[in-house]
């Protein structure tokens, strides 16, 4: 009897044989466009987006699992819109930091989000607005929402819970910003030390307990760590010492660990595997970026599952079609026989990209005719 996609995706997180290779592709941001430009080819019109994946012969990636409700004790947060922007102010006792997000009338054409151009962290002081936030910060249960979730999905794949991101790279892509992080880590050190211990307490403290105790068993934790931007110097410093402090526990209690590994990752390859993740989702390779297929697999044996394989940019018109043949020979070459792969797109099937590429791809993997 033939497995279900939510069989093999766990099967390849606990090492075991799959009866195939999986084959879940992220495609939200192309059908998202495609039904707001009104561009989806007739043949998938009045189609959601999960009955297109099971015409692709493909798993859904299940991303919106969600087991607590994040609130705020004594912030009051005020959002505005003042043209294109949305400012986003934090009112504490010990002062008010504020945030804000730049939208454009192309990506709201698209359907893509907006991006931060200034982040709450600028001054020492601020500093101390965000611990007092952080302290303040309190995680509800949401187990019967994930619950719902669980059952929408059923066996077309396993829902993936995102739980945040590590504290240090918290404090670098969502709270200082990648262009200033670095120099607030020089300037003011103290601060940045200070905050990153309240941030870990915090964590094991309030939000490690529910964790454990949900029904989620696919845990993201973790996104976009980086050779440019957590080389392994701030890895080894930083982040492996949270990972060996709590990834055990999470595996105790049946969890497994996957970070979104959306981004160059050439040069922490071992810092990565020595984490302790157990799948690296959205895994960006060549010619997106330096990293191969090759390259993980020499570094991580089957230590670490891969979740992706397939770049984006290989999928757009701007890619030759030739060019998109002979990069899918590589990939499929590369994976055969690898028990530890669900085959993917990284990050997403871009706005505009070929369709036709991915119906290929299922063709090859004798999924559509």
């Known amino acids: 009897m033939a497995m279900t996609d939510r069989q093999r995706v766990l099967a390849v997180l606990r090492g075991q044989t799959t009866d195939r290779m999986a084959w879940i592709p992220r495609l939200e941001l192309w059908y998202h466009a495609a039904v707001k430009l009104d561009t989806l080819p007739d043949r998938y019109r009045g189609m959601t987006l999960r009955q297109i994946e099971r015409a692709l012969g493909c798993g859904t990636p299940a991303r919106g699992g969600r087991i607590f409700n994040k609130r705020y004790e004594n912030?009051?947060?005020?959002?505005?819109?003042?043209?294109?922007?949305?400012?986003?102010?934090?009112?504490?006792?010990?002062?008010?930091?504020?945030?804000?997000?730049?939208?454009?009338?192309?990506?709201?054409?698209?359907?893509?989000?907006?991006?931060?151009?200034?982040?709450?962290?600028?001054?020492p002081g601020d500093y101390r607005v965000?611990?007092?936030?952080?302290?303040?910060?309190?995680?509800?249960?949401?187990?019967?929402?994930y619950e719902a979730y669980d059952r929408r999905i059923g066996e077309d794949g396993l829902p993936m819970t995102s739980i945040g991101d590590v504290p240090f790279h918290q404090f670098v892509r969502e709270l200082a910003g990648y262009d200033n992080a670095f120099f607030h880590l020089a300037d003011f050190p103290d601060e940045v030390h200070a905050l990153l211990a309240t941030l870990t307490d915090v964590f094991n403290e309030r939000l490690?307990?529910?964790?454990?105790?949900?029904?989620?068993?696919?845990?993201?934790?973790?996104?976009?760590?980086?050779?440019?931007?957590?080389?392994?110097?701030l890895f080894e410093a930083y982040i492996l010492p949270h990972c060996e402090r709590f990834f055990g526990a999470f595996h105790d209690a049946g969890k497994f660990l996957t970070m979104h590994a959306d981004n160059d990752t050439s040069a922490i390859l071992p810092q990565l595997r020595a984490g302790g993740w157990d799948?690296?989702?959205c895994f960006a390779t060549a010619p997106l970026v330096r990293t191969t297929l090759a390259d993980a697999f020499d570094a991580w044996g089957d230590d670490v599952a891969i979740w992706g394989g397939v770049p984006s940019s290989i999928l757009g018109p701007e890619c030759p079609q030739r060019d998109f043949e002979k990069h899918l020979d590589a990939i499929l070459q590369a994976v055969r026989g690898r028990r530890r792969?669900?085959?993917?797109?990284?990050?997403n099937l871009m706005p505009g990209a070929c369709i036709e590429r991915v119906e290929m791809i299922s063709r090859r993997l004798g999924l559509m005719e």
Request: proline share 9%; no cysteine; hydrophobic share 40%.
């Open 75 to 123: 912030v009051e947060v005020v959002d505005r819109r003042e043209g294109n922007l949305r400012i986003t102010e934090y009112r504490t006792p010990a002062g008010t930091v504020r945030e804000v997000m730049q939208f454009s009338d192309e990506l709201d054409r698209l359907g893509l989000p907006g991006h931060v151009i200034e982040y709450p962290l600028k001054t």
């Open 130 to 145: 965000w611990t007092y936030i952080a302290e303040h910060t309190h995680w509800d249960p949401a187990f019967d929402a």
């Open 208 to 233: 490690l307990p529910l964790v454990l105790a949900s029904p989620a068993v696919l845990l993201l934790h973790g996104g976009h760590l980086s050779t440019q931007y957590t080389p392994p110097p």
């Open 279 to 281: 799948l690296m989702e």
């Open 341 to 347: 792969v669900i085959l993917g797109i990284s990050d």
